[in-house]
């Protein structure tokens, strides 16, 4: 991963999702070591409190754990946690935009579900 220093995301911030990515793809797993913060720094050329901030997130998330003396390890709910919190950002925002387009276009809220359940129906009918 190349990290995007014109990115309106913070350096930590494109750390942290990098690692849950990994932790995502099963490169890194349930109770296995995470790179420390100078391995971060040296693989991102970047300043070791940066990554550290970044590997903060983690533990203030539950998606890592510190072992005294041994460092930062994956925890054992790290997946699912994972997918909880980018599922409810992800959907959260398109969510916002939704509403805020419609609102825009002066549908009504009762149009708006409507036409989200005519679209759940037509996924699911897709299905089939």
Not at 1 to 6: E, F, P, Q
Not at 84 to 113: G, P
Request: aromatic share 6%; charged share 30%; net charge negative.
């Amino acid at each position: 991963m190349i990290l995007n220093s014109d990115s309106m995301k913070p350096i930590y911030i494109q750390i942290s999702e990098w690692l849950e990515t990994e932790i995502l793809r099963a490169n890194l797993k349930e109770e296995e070591r995470i790179y420390s913060q100078y391995q971060l720094a040296e693989m991102f050329n970047i300043n070791p409190a940066t990554a550290a901030k970044g590997l903060n997130i983690l533990v203030d998330e539950n998606i890592a754990f510190k072992k005294r003396g041994l460092g930062l390890f994956v925890s054992s709910d790290a997946k699912k946690f994972i997918l909880h919190k980018r599922r409810s950002q992800v959907l959260n925002q398109m969510i916002k935009e939704l509403v805020l387009e419609a609102k825009q276009l002066d549908v009504k809220k009762t149009e708006l579900m409507d036409l989200i359940e005519k679209a759940c129906e037509e996924i699911e009918g897709d299905k089939e």
